[in-house]
Every structure is written in structure tokens, then in C-alpha cells.
């Protein structure tokens, strides 16, 4: 399936957040803090123009995955799949376009009990540098890299 990624649009903000947080919950990871819907739309607008280059998946008229780069600091800051949607190539197209946006080096971090996501990123060649306790919550992260010609 060819995914088509378009450059996000204000419009688009608070569905890029209700999908947020729907691909959050289908982890069935719990947190101290959940982040509702106004608190991530409220992120993605403190971040994006000016630190996020936010990038989306739409079909049948509305928002199915996102990809939020901070290309300045090579960081992949989010990636999220509807949950439906999950396993039909899209996260591998979203992640190849932040490869092809900072193509030298990519950090992220992710939830060290979110399995799935951890396997996907070593799956595409990120390797595990360490893990960490989260600086405001109790859960740990894990920190991933990856480097171009580096498997």
C-alpha cells in the first residue's frame, strides 16, 4: 500500500491528538499521568512550527499515523500508528522519511515496557544505548540511535 505523508495543517491538530491518544491506550500500558487528549494537543501546539517538523497519514478523511521530527536535534520525537492501522507498513514509510530528514543520526526514546514499539525500532536498525528512569514520572525509557551505515 502506498502511504501518502502530507505536511500537517493546523486543521489537523486535535486529530492528530485523538489518534495520539488512542494509539497511547491500545498499548494497554498504564501511567501515573495519562495525558488526556487537550494535554497532547496542547503539546503538539507548544512544539510544532517551530521545533517539530509534523508530518501525517490521512485516509477516508482522516488522521491514521503521525511523525513528529525535531530535525535540528536529530531526535524522532513521536511516531504513532492508528491502532487499526498498525502493521500495514505505515510506521516503516514514517520512519523512513525521519531517516531520510536526518540522515546521519536518529535518537529517540520509548517506554522500556512498550515491547512491540522496541522490537519495531531494533527490527529497523536502532540499537539500545541505554535505559533510564522518565525525569518526571516513575517508568523508565529506553533510549535508542540509530546511524546511517550502522546495523
Request: hydrophobic share 40%.
Amino acid at each position: 500500500m502506498p502511504v501518502n505523508v502530507e505536511l500537517t495543517k493546523e486543521e489537523y491538530l486535535p486529530s492528530i491528538a485523538r489518534m495520539w491518544r488512542a494509539s497511547i491506550t491500545s498499548t494497554g500500558i498504564r501511567y501515573e499521568k495519562e495525558d488526556s487528549e487537550t494535554d497532547l494537543l496542547a503539546k503538539l501546539r507548544e512544539h510544532w512550527p517551530d521545533r517539530w517538523d509534523l508530518r501525517v497519514v490521512r485516509a477516508d478523511n482522516r488522521i491514521i499515523a503521525f511523525l513528529a521530527c525535531d530535525v535540528g536535534a536529530n531526535v524522532l520525537a513521536q511516531i504513532f500508528v492508528a491502532p487499526e492501522r498498525q502493521r500495514e507498513g505505515i510506521g516503516t514509510a514514517l520512519l523512513q522519511l525521519a531517516k531520510e530528514l536526518m540522515p546521519d543520526r536518529i535518537a529517540l526514546w520509548t517506554d522500556s515496557r512498550n515491547r512491540r514499539a522496541r522490537n519495531f525500532y531494533e527490527h529497523e536498525g536502532f540499537r539500545l544505548l541505554r535505559e533510564v528512569k522518565h525525569p518526571s514520572a516513575a517508568h523508565f525509557r529506553a533510549h535508542y540511535e540509530w546511524c546511517s551505515g550502522v546495523r
